[in-house]
């Protein structure tokens, strides 16, 4: 199983929105609506956002919104902010009770 | 608040076992869920290593199938990894978590560990 495919880096402005993609297949992020989204800063525990394709996890403010059409995923986050500025993957599963990660992706904020 | 802490050495000689250990407080183990590692080589993006379910079962990556063990500690606060034969590609940071599930199916973490950085010397 290869990896999920994000971008390796993007940017944005304060304010401005910016959309993470994580491209999979027909066996993993097409086949079932169970992609998660991390958020990892340095030197701290990941911390999931967006699980179920779409569902905020407890305690994420609403500017963070997830979706999925066909075998990609995407995490989009409005009204950027500095404290936005961190490092993104994606999860789906893949059947056989394994998980396939994707490649992460670091978002700046500019 | 769900706490996952791991624990073992930062440095592992090649051909050797790499053990670490990960600390559950504030949930039982023995309540339920899945239980599993993730790593990160250096660079390069997140890796499933494997899960146990709170009863016992095993499920490893194909890849790593031959060298890998996921135990979960009698007292069920605390569940281990074992990987054998380890060479420089095992290097980096390893992960403990939590795992969401449906019936049959896994749902995606919910709880991770801090990671412990391991590097693996010749």
């Known amino acids: 199983q290869s990896a999920l495919t994000q971008p ?4 944005g402005s304060p304010g401005q929105s910016v959309t993470i993609s994580c491209t999979g297949t027909s066996s993993d992020v097409g086949a ?30 609403d500017r963070f919104s997830g979706s999925k ?42 | 608040q769900v706490h ?10 090649a051909s050797e076992t790499l053990s670490l250990m990960c600390s559950v407080s504030g949930f039982s183990i023995s309540s339920g869920y ?20 709170y009863r016992g079962t095993t499920y490893y990556n194909v890849s790593l199938v031959s060298r890998v063990s996921i135990s979960l500690d009698t007292s069920m606060t605390q569940f ?8 420089a590609a095992d290097t980096g940071v390893y992960f403990c978590a939590r795992i969401r599930h449906a019936v049959t199916t896994l749902r995606g973490i919910d709880y991770w560990g801090q990671g412990a950085p391991v590097t693996v010397s010749s």
């Not at chain 1, 609506?33 to 905020?56: C, E, F, T």
């Open chain 2, 80 to 87: 281990s990894l074992r990987l054998s034969s380890v060479t």
């Open chain 1, 32 to 61: 079932y609506n169970y992609v998660s989204w991390y958020q990892h800063h340095p030197g701290k525990a990941p911390k999931l956002m967006i699980y179920d394709v779409s569902v905020r996890a407890s305690g994420v403010p």
């Open chain 1, 69 to 110: 059409s066909g075998n990609t995923a995407s995490l989009t986050i409005s009204g950027l902010q500095a404290e936005d500025e961190a490092y993104y993957s994606c999860s789906s599963y893949a059947g056989s009770y394994t998980l396939l990660f994707g490649g992460g992706t670091t978002l700046t904020v500019l």
């Open chain 1, 8 to 11: 390796r880096s993007v940017s």
């Open chain 2, 34 to 53: 899945y239980w599993g590692w993730i790593r990160q080589p250096p660079g390069k993006g997140l890796e499933w290593i494997g899960t146990i379910y």
């Open chain 2, 4 to 13: 996952l802490q791991e624990s073992g050495p930062g440095l592992v000689k």
